[in-house]
């Protein structure tokens, strides 16, 4: 099985939101932070994926979700080159 670190955007908010995690199925939970049955912090809001990353191992995939939450340069990076 393949895991995916992802990083969503908000696109129904003015302020730049962003989040961060890791799935087994991409579609399915963007379709969960999409219909509020998703992370609490995604609730209420519009989501698109803006940067994905495929991993053999879960435990590489945590570790790298881990960084990417934590590094807010990379994430603003990754963010403004979405647009």
Avoid: C, P
């Amino acid at each position: 099985m393949n895991y995916y670190v992802y990083m969503l955007k908000a696109i129904s908010s003015k302020k730049k939101k962003t989040y961060v995690g890791y799935t087994g199925d991409l579609n399915k939970r963007l379709t969960q932070h999409n219909t509020n049955k998703g992370a609490k912090f995604t609730k209420g809001n519009t989501w698109k994926i803006i940067f994905k990353k495929k991993f053999i191992l879960k435990s590489d995939a945590m570790t790298y979700e881990y960084e990417l939450k934590h590094d807010k340069n990379k994430r603003l990076k990754i963010y403004n080159n979405s647009k």
